[in-house]
């Protein structure tokens, strides 16, 4: 046998309390015990073992039950452990080892463990292991309670399951899976690149314009940059200088104050040295005190040892002479007993007398006695060989009669035989007028299937059109929905890089963005009305022509007071933050006067004043006054010039379009990139792109419920075509059945004509076998009658011999009843001594307890003489070292005067040093007060440097210096260029800086995803590929292994039945992919009926039939069957055992059983026991062992 388990090993496991090792051999191994004793949980631990997750399966409620839960007597377990081990010589499973332990853990905690040989791994690893051997959490190795029945009961789709792992296809379908939900993955990352995608082509084109601007705007910055730090960095080489000069002047007076605080650090220090001086004595004098007190306990404690031992000694006197009035009662009680003893000597002498004559008269009897019994013996061996002879003859006499009985059993068992043929052959005759009624009702049955199946089909061609019309309705609804959300992803993308924008203040100065964004937190920013952008709204299609008028002014920012924009203007120095333009509500000031002088030709030429084009809030209409009062909004270029000239060109003039004409009539205008924004273009796009956004959105949700009213209407056509492909395939799969059960029927036919024909054969061959009988019951009473004669002549004999014998055993009597009362007087004589004897033992026992008494006494009386000695000298000796601890208290006296009188000196030299830290103090303070004048000269220089510093930090950071050129010669008007290129750039407006960036980062975005796409798309292709190969494999070795399976189980079904039909078949040959498997079965002389209507044997005989198949075809290493023949009657449990039998010279089996007839099949048996209530225990026995034994 290759693959093969040797070992399981369990604990804590359910009911097994304590661990339990199983040893398994090639063969039958049976497992038994009675209800409730836990023998299946052992099937259990192997099915748990090898990866069952479902703990229905396994017969609980929750994963931890199968963790022992503990009993009356113990505490429950934390951890569950079953190891299974493999034998694997010839490396059938792909590890290189000769055995393969797999343990499973389970910690009540919930925490698991899956280990192959003592290493970690993963339940995937054992699983993948044990793929297509037969074993596994879904293979037909482990076969429990109700699982040989539910292999009938289960739905035919169900039921592939045990024959896919028979084909070895388990591991292709999971790589399929695999497969499949990659390809899933795949399809879901390729639909999101494309959104994404086209988030980013919609970007791409704004950027772009963007960016260019953004370049434009930071070349004439790098010009201004250049000016400015070159012109003002010139201008703080004068303050540094000056700097350096006052810095030289202060580290000179900082050189004197260093000589000073020397001089003052060594006072400080001699002080400190002194102080530490007198600390020390105060410690010396402490300490001194302390041996003082120490040295008076010492000789405390010796006077009060000496006290104690004085006591001790009083106390060992006492008990010398308690020891020595003992020892003198000891001598008196010693010579009381040695005057006993002698008395007790005499009298074992007298009882030895009188004993000495019976004595003599007990040998004679026993003499006599012997005699007797000799005579006696031969008697009963004459007697006992008569009785052997009429044994013998009886016995001969027996076993004739006993032939004559089984002779005339065989006779009435024949006649029986003759009888039974003749109502078999009455019972096939009539069930083979049925079999072809049956016949005739089935051939009807089959064209009513056909007519059903025709009329099916038309309806599906009906159905089949009217779901074509839905479809493409259906596909044309979709279409519009698709480009609806193709529509609302463009306006999602552009809203939100818009609104993006507009939330991030893109295009607003550092400052502005700073004030609104990072000082919500400052006193001033409660004063802050908001930007003037935010403020206004513009009337529809005038966004163009206020940004015009506006410029910059858009991002001024208004608030309450003048005294809180001076705040907010140290603000951005301090913090580096930029620059912004206030609009204080209290300190503004403007009048629309002039304006309203020009009302009446205004409103001649189509134009309106620029703030009648707005809605805001009254409070502000002063700072937009301010912006706006000569800002006039003509219908084109056309009329502004002509209404510029009106107005003495002193107003300024724009257009919807953009122009504009300046007072003083310079003229601006020409084309404008539609797609860079303004702010209020901005926020009016932003508007226009929701409410667009918005109204796709409804036209979406009106064509999304239309695709599912169409989905609803072509699932509704769709589940009619299955109902009518259903009853199609039902009425196939009947009209199939009846084909089968007609040619069933036409076999049995033929099968009872030939049964007829054969019981005839037989009756008559029986009736012949009668005549034999009847001749030989005549010579066997002849025989029996001759023995009975020998039998009467032997008892006459025995007779006459037990009178004599008779006589001989009174005799006996006699000399046994005179001998039992000699013995009788001797016992109690001996008894009487004995007694005698014991008390005389006592006695001397008694005196060698006194003798050890007093030789105890003795030795404790030369103990107690030593202690004496020892406690005088101990005494002594601390008399001595009293005096000596005296003789140290005086001199420590001495020591600890002498340290009072040194610290006084010191504390004087104290007191001196004291004086002269406080002289140094003064003079410190001084030297402060000097270098503090130097400190506020240079931090009022250095506040005017740091002034310019961050003028040029607020505008170019912190690395400014590094930009300066050596060689720059700043020009006469270098501040007139600074103040045009600044010009220069407010006329740009806003710009997006961050266009540059955004721009290069979303182009290689954009490139990196349609390389992933194209990636992607080609992963795909490889994917479908490898699905349909697996499928081509998976096809193939099904359908070859079920049609071996096939030929299996018909021919072990009738070996089991001992004839009968049997069958396997599948619902959809087309689809053997994902068919059900159906199974017939007719037992002999039974009609082909449906499986739920077999008796309990019959379908569990017919599952057995269906298991044995799949092993001979695909055997698994072992195989646990757990009380499958539970089922059988004994007839069936025989030749379940002999299948058992036959399987096992190639298979191992674990069987867990009660039946006699299954245990007999069994070479090893492991009994299970609960001798303690809710613990497993097991005891072993192998059977081939007993079998030679017995």
């Not at 402490?286 to 000694?313: A, H, S, V």
């Not at 493409?472 to 939100?496: A, D, F, P, V």
């Not at 204080?584 to 304006?595: A, C, H, R, V, Y």
């Not at 008390?839 to 107690?864: H, P, Y």
């Amino acid at each position: 046998m290759s693959l093969y388990l040797k070992r399981l090993e369990i604990i804590g496991f359910k009911s097994f309390a304590d661990k339990i090792k199983l040893q398994f051999l090639p063969g039958v191994t049976a497992i038994v015990g009675p209800n409730g004793s836990g023998k299946s949980n052992i099937s259990d631990a192997l099915r748990w073992v090898l990866g069952e997750q479902s703990i229905k399966n396994l017969r609980g409620a929750k994963m931890d039950d199968v963790i022992f839960a503990g009993s009356a007597e113990r505490k429950p377990l934390g951890l569950a452990e079953v190891t299974i081990v493999l034998d694997n010589s010839d490396r059938s499973l792909p590890v290189d080892f000769s055995e393969i332990a797999v343990t499973r853990k389970l910690f009540r905690s919930g925490e698991s463990d899956y280990l192959i040989n003592k290493s970690s791994v993963r339940l995937r690893d054992i699983l993948e292991l044990f793929y297509d051997t037969g074993l596994g959490k879904e293979a037909y190795s482990v076969i429990g309670q109700g699982k040989i029945d539910s292999i009938l009961s289960v739905r035919p789709e169900e039921r592939r399951n045990i024959f896919e792992e028979a084909a070895g296809i388990i591991k292709y379908k999971t790589r399929k899976q695999v497969a499949e939900r990659k390809l899933e993955e795949t399809d879901r990352n390729l639909l999101r690149l494309q959104d994404i995608l086209s988030e980013l082509e919609a970007q791409l084109g704004p950027l772009e314009t963007q960016s260019n601007l953004a370049q434009s705007y930071l070349h004439l910055k790098e010009e201004l940059s250049c000016l400015e730090i070159n012109h003002f960095g010139g201008l703080i080489q004068n303050h540094q200088v000056k700097l350096e000069e006052l810095d030289k002047a202060k580290k000179d007076i900082e050189q004197q104050y260093q000589d000073f605080e020397g001089q003052e650090s060594i006072i400080e220090g001699e002080l400190e040295k002194s102080r530490l001086q007198s600390l020390n004595y105060d410690n010396q004098i402490t300490e001194m005190n302390e041996d003082y007190y120490r040295i008076q306990n010492q000789i405390d404690k010796c006077t009060e040892q000496i006290g104690f031992l004085q006591t001790k000694f009083g106390d060992l006197e006492q008990q010398e002479q308690e020891y020595q009035n003992n020892k003198t009662a000891n001598m008196s009680r010693r010579e009381a007993i040695s005057q006993e003893q002698s008395m007790i000597e005499q009298e074992i002498t007298a009882i030895k007398e009188k004993s000495g004559s019976d004595e003599a008269a007990l040998i004679q009897i026993e003499g006599k006695l012997a005699a007797q019994n000799k005579e006696l013996l031969q008697f009963e061996a004459q007697e006992q060989g008569l009785k052997d002879s009429i044994i013998e003859t009886l016995n001969e006499i027996a076993a004739l009669k006993n032939k004559m009985n089984t002779n005339h059993l065989q006779k009435d068992f024949i006649l029986k035989q003759i009888g039974d043929f003749e109502k078999q052959m009455a019972t096939i005759g009539a069930q083979l007028g049925e079999f072809e009624r049956d016949l005739a009702a089935k051939k009807e049955q089959l064209g009513g299937i056909l007519a059903e199946i025709e009329q099916d089909h038309d309806s599906q061609s009906k159905l089949a059109g009217e779901l074509k019309e839905k479809e493409s309705e259906l596909t044309s609804c979709e279409n519009k929905n698709l480009e609806l959300k193709e529509k609302i992803r463009g306006l999602e993308s552009k809203y939100g890089l818009l609104d993006e924008m507009e939330r991030s203040y893109q295009g607003y100065f550092q400052g502005v963005k700073a004030l609104v964004a990072e000082a919500v937190d400052q006193p001033f920013s409660r004063s802050i009305q908001g930007i003037v952008a935010d403020l206004i709204q513009v009337q529809s299609g005038m966004e163009l022509a206020i940004e015009t008028a506006l410029g910059s002014s858009l991002q001024n920012v208004v608030i309450e007071d003048d005294r809180s924009a001076q705040d907010a203007i140290a603000y951005l120095k301090r913090y580096n933050k930029g620059r912004a333009t206030f609009l204080p509500l209290n300190t503004i000031e403007s009048s629309d006067s002039k304006m309203q002088q020009y009302h009446n030709m205004l409103q001649q030429y189509g134009c309106q004043p620029a703030i009648s084009l707005l809605e805001f809030d009254p409070k502000y209409r002063g700072a937009l006054n301010y912006m706006l009062h000569q800002t006039v909004v003509a219908p084109d270029l056309k009329t502004a010039v002509q209404i510029s000239s009106k107005l003495d060109r002193s107003f300024r003039i724009v257009t919807p379009e953009g122009d504009l004409v300046n007072p003083g009539g310079s003229i601006t205008g020409g084309s404008i990139d539609k797609r860079r924004l303004g702010l209020l273009s901005r926020r009016r796009e932003i508007e226009d792109l929701k409410q667009e956004k918005n109204e796709a959105e409804v036209n979406l949700a009106k064509g999304l419920q239309n695709v599912k009213d169409l989905k609803n209407q072509f699932i509704q056509l769709s589940h009619e075509i299955e109902a009518a492909k259903k009853h199609e395939q039902e009425a196939k799969i009947r009209k199939a059945s009846i084909d089968r059960e007609l040619q069933i029927t036409e076999g049995t036919v033929t099968r009872s004509h030939q049964e007829i024909t054969s019981l005839m054969e037989q009756r008559d061959e029986l009736a012949s076998q009668t005549e034999r009988f009847d001749s030989d019951y005549q010579e066997l009473a002849a025989a029996i009658e001759a023995k009975q004669t020998e039998l009467h002549r032997i008892e006459g004999q025995l007779t006459g011999f037990t009178e004599e014998m008779r006589q001989s055993k009174q005799s006996k009597d006699g000399l046994i009843e005179g001998l039992s009362d000699l013995k009788s007087r001797l016992s109690a004589a001996y008894q009487e001594a004995n007694g005698k004897i014991a008390l005389k033992d006592r006695l001397l026992r008694q005196i060698t307890e006194i003798d050890d008494s007093d030789n105890d006494f003795e030795m404790r009386k030369q103990q107690l003489e030593a202690e004496r000695l020892k406690i005088r000298e101990q005494i002594a000796a601390l008399e001595a070292r009293i005096v000596e601890e005296k003789n140290k208290l005086a001199s420590q006296e001495s020591l600890v005067t002498q340290s009072k009188q040194e610290k006084e000196q010191v504390l004087a030299v104290i007191k001196e040093l004291e004086f002269k830290e406080r002289s140094f103090r003064r003079k410190n303070t001084d030297f402060q007060n000097q270098l503090h004048q130097y400190d506020l000269l240079i931090n009022q220089t250095t506040l005017e440097l740091e002034n310019q510093l961050n003028n040029l930090k607020e505008d170019y950071g912190n690395d400014w210096m590094a930009q300066i050129d050596p060689s720059w010669t700043s020009p006469p008007d270098a501040l007139t260029q600074i103040e045009e290129h600044k010009e220069e750039l407010r006329k740009l407006g806003t710009v997006n800086l961050a266009a540059v960036e955004d721009y290069q980062q979303i182009k290689q975005r954009f490139d990196f995803l349609t390389n992933q796409s194209q990636d992607l798309t080609h992963a795909k292709e490889s994917l479908l590929k490898v699905i349909a190969e697996i499928e081509s494999t998976i096809v193939k070795r099904f359908n070859e292994t079920f049609q071996e399976v096939k030929i299996q189980f018909k021919k072990i079904y009738a070996e089991l039945f001992e004839g009968g039909v049997a069958d396997l078949f599948l619902l959809d040959p087309e689809n053997s992919l994902d068919s059900g498997i159906e199974i017939v079965a007719q037992p002999p002389g039974k009609k082909l009926q449906s499986l739920s209507l077999l008796s309990g044997g019959e379908r569990a005989m017919t599952a057995i039939a269906l298991l044995f198949s799949i092993l001979a075809v695909k055997p698994s290493p072992f195989c646990v069957l757990d009380e499958i023949d539970a089922a059988l009657d004994e007839v069936n449990v025989s030749r379940f055992a002999h299948l058992l039998e036959m399987f096992s010279k190639q298979l191992q089996f674990i069987v867990v059983t009660h039946r006699r007839g299954t245990m007999e099949a069994a070479s090893t048996l492991y009994g299970v026991t609960m001798e303690e209530m809710g613990v497993t225990k097991l005891i072993s026995l192998d059977l081939n062992q007993v079998q030679k034994a017995g």
